[in-house]
């Protein structure tokens, strides 16, 4: 009956006020900060199915016997700059939490425009989603950075989505290689005659978001070797599946691609569980950005991203918390308003999947778009000038406004840069150097 009344409730309230109603997921507040604006490109998307073959069946092994493999299918999808003065469109018959409701999602991408054929390729970024989840779920970043000159790839995670989620093994084994392997096909693509996308992007400069699971495994490509205890979890992979994952081990040295050059982890799932130690973290070699909330209980905070943040000692990194927020914070689209009403399928609304108790997800998703904007700008694009996007007060509660009736800032001021006056309320920025 609560269900039932709160879906009643939620349905009047998107009826009378419009609230959700539209599923846009290229909304930006009139507080968002400098950075999360579009850029100047249009952009197009376009769908594409790729097949890596000859992988471990996790889904059928069976402890003391051959493993079985099999071709894994991945559903991608790809947003660039496009060269046609268009914008607008949707993304039709996309699943939300439940598996089963299908929805209309609109942005500002138009399917299969054609790309602009850059002086320069441009930069990939791939994206990775969470357990459940599926390549729509941070379609906002997607959006906003190919109209910055990126070309974004985001990932469906076979086994690990809303309409196909199986056994969490499948997830713990496949999802860097999912990330390496993506990464691996759009360096062909980019390269075949007659394919759009030949010349338009550079996969020796590449970037990747991972969310919660899609974290986890960044921390893997970026070096972080799992520990030895996490390969034998009862409820983890089978057989031994993760231990190609394990740090110090010659397949796990193997699965490293210097070409990703800067990684943004939200949430990432797995220190709180064990999955590493302070002696596999060292292994991380790639710069990091991690985000989080400071009440996260899906991958923790003290005990989670931020031991995780503490000891990746060999790198550059940073940490992005939003105060009070849990696990869904900076990743998720707004949740559509088909989630905003109970589902058979789910003994919650699925609205709790996308949205935060405290923090407006409109305004995460702008913090995240304008933190991005800046960290890739930074190690993908070496522009100088996003460090001081970066160089911050660490708690934005202490940061001073102090500017002119003109607007020309005074000496002491350090305000959050990008952020308007009583904007960055809630925030912490902490830097650590590699040792």
Known sequence: MKKLVMGVALGILIANTGVAADNR?????????????????????????????????ILNVKA????????????????????????????????????????????????????VKPASPAPLVLISHGYPGNRFLMSHLGENLASKGYVVVSIDHTES?????????????????????VLNEIDRLSKQDGHFMKGIV??????????????????????????????????GAPDGTLTRMMAGSKEHEALMDDRFKAIISIAP???????????GLEGVRVPIFFMAGSVDDVSGYEKGTKAIFENTVNIDRYLLTFENANHNAAAPIPAPAEAWKPSEHLDFVPFAHYADAVWDTLRMNNITQHFATAYFGKYLRADKEMQSYLDLVEDAQKGVYAAEKNGTLKPEHTYWK??????????????????
Not at 82 to 107: F, H, M, P
Not at 418 to 435: D, H, I, M, S, V
């Open 64 to 115: 003391g016997e051959p493993h079985p493999t099999y071709d894994r299918p991945l559903t991608v999808e790809v947003w660039y700059p496009s060269a046609e003065n268009r914008e607008g469109g949707q993304y039709e018959n996309v699943y939300i939490r439940d598996g089963k409701t299908k929805v209309t999602l609109y942005g500002k991408a138009v399917r299969d425009a054609k790309p």
């Open 418 to 435: 990008g952020f308007a006056n009583r904007t960055a309320k809630g925030l912490k920025l902490q830097y650590l150097p590699k040792k």
């Open 269 to 279: 799932w797995g220190m709180n569980t064990g999955f590493w130690d302070a002696k």
């Open 25 to 57: 997921i290229d909304g930006l507040r009139p507080d968002a900060p400098e950075l999360a604006a579009p850029g100047d490109q249009k952009i197009g998307v376009r769908t594409l199915q790729l097949v890596h073959k000859e992988q471990a069946d």
């Open 161 to 181: 989505t809303y309409d196909n989620k199986a056994a969490f093994g499948s997830t713990l084994v496949n999802r860097a290689l999912d990330q390496n392997f």
């Open 202 to 235: 550079d996969t020796s400069t590449t970037g990747l978001i991972g969310y919660s699971m899609g974290g986890y495994g960044s921390v893997i490509t970026a070096g972080g070797g799992v520990t030895k205890a996490s390969t034998e979890y009862k409820w």
